[in-house]
């Protein structure tokens, strides 16, 4: 396999990717009136929904709880969306991929990459709040950066297996669905961990690479101390292994595709 | 591949497995891979195809309905990797199938040159540069800012023909494109053509109407059942092909 020849056939569709990622943005809010704006409401609506049920009806007063709840949500938000519309990029784009000749995957890292980039829109919200409820920043905040590349990765080698998958098996979309909605209750996202903790039950935690990458974004962000190697490292572990699990899927059929979408 | 080769196609076998009832969930899958179900019927759309075409030719893909010809297109163009053989090509390929069968819906006309552009492989200077000259040839007018989905089938395909051709491409391959608009917009894309023709492109062209591939061709082939039973100078295969039509 010649890396070089890839890596040339990639930097030719560069601009295939940027049109690509600028129309997936661009519809996603095309005939809504306040555009791209509800990138910073929906985050902040839902944000202050959890807060209310898990946070005043079940009697909490912490006053940066708003802040946990969004760290976790807009993390598990990119996660979720993003492999959703990885899964659909094959299938979806069938249109295109019969009449023209393009390296598959972009349509895949361009899906993953336009939810990426609304996600780092949303961040925008989050320094809103973090303001507002007075979170002191510390230098931690720079590792902030790990979690989110971890996560970034997690979602494109995801996204390259479930788009694979889907092409074969439309099941994959439903079965996709339920499970993102398990880990996402597996992800302490509007729940404190030590409840779950408290019931010996912490290898939830501690076998979710979604849950590591949201807590140690929560150590940089809120807390201001420093990350959780172990997690960091086990997280990596898992998304490095995810990505080259989907490149060599992906690979493996992409000849395939075009016979069965 | 000699140098004065443009496309060469060896050994070429295409192979699809047309499965009775077509298998696209897991339910199904399983209970067939228990009952050892999974049959697929073998179906060789091309099977053996050998030819070359050397640079500047302009070589007429014959055939009837279902012996293969667009499946060769698209095995020449790339989008269908061959089961069997090889097929290589020199220079910038301009595939002409199915115009406008990719374009964005909710896109505008503008948006839809870019997006459309870029899957092609053009350079967004380039895709500036060349605008106007697409808009133009378009003949859409101020319909270019309005969604493609609102467009009538003429208005995208003629859309479509606009932007494949912007480029100088060395190899320019067909599927009876020629029939696409209105009478006037279709004489202005065969002048289009014919002058690349003149700039000395080399030419894949499928088309029923024997009449253009004789007008347009200089070389022929005739597909049967995924097979090539004729190859050589345009009258002589049109007088193969009329004899098996008649």
Partial sequence: ?261 | MKENVAISVKDVGMRFNLNQEHVDNLKEYFIKLLKRNLKYNEFWALKGINFEVKKGERLGVLGLNGSGKSTLLKVVSGVLKPSAGKVQTRGVVAPLLELGAGFSPQYTGRENIYLYGAVLGYKKSFLDEKFDEIADFSGLGEFIEVPIKNYSSGMKSRLGFSIATIVEPDILILDEVLSVGDKKFRTKCEKKIMNMFDKGVTVLFVSHSLEQVQRLCNKAIILDSGRLVAHGAVDKVARIYKNMTD
């Fill in chain 1, 1 to 261: 396999m010649d890396i070089k020849k890839y890596i040339k056939n990639f930097l030719n569709y560069k601009y295939l990717l940027y049109e690509l990622v600028k129309k997936n943005i661009k519809l996603k809010y095309r005939r809504s009136y306040l555009g791209i704006l509800w990138t910073l409401i929906e985050p902040l609506l839902t944000m202050m929904v959890l807060t209310l049920v898990f946070g005043t009806l079940f009697g909490r007063d912490d006053r940066t709880f708003p802040v946990y709840v969004l760290c976790g949500r807009l993390l598990f938000s990119f996660f979720s969306s993003s492999t959703k519309a990885g899964l659909k990029a094959v299938s979806g784009n069938a249109a295109m991929i019969k009449k023209v000749y393009v390296p598959k995957y972009i349509y895949v890292i361009a899906s993953i990459i336009s939810n990426f980039v609304t996600f780092l829109i949303s961040l925008i919200v989050l320094v809103g709040v973090g303001i507002v409820l007075r979170v002191h920043p510390t230098i931690y905040i720079l590792e902030a950066v790990f979690p989110v590349i971890i996560l970034l990765v997690m979602s494109l080698g995801a996204g390259l297996i479930l788009a694979t998958l889907d092409v074969f098996f439309r099941d994959v979309e439903y079965i996709w669905s339920v499970a993102t909605m398990l880990i996402s209750y597996a992800s302490a996202i509007f729940y404190p961990t030590d409840r779950v903790i408290g019931t010996g039950n912490a290898w939830v935690f501690d076998i979710n690479p979604v849950y590591m990458c949201i807590a140690n974004f929560r150590n940089a962000v809120l807390y201001g101390q420093p990350m959780n190697i172990v997690y960091c490292t086990r997280s990596a572990i898992v998304a490095v292994c995810l990505l080259a699990a989907g490149a060599i899927l992906f690979y493996k059929n992409q000849d395939k595709f075009i016979l069965h979408i």
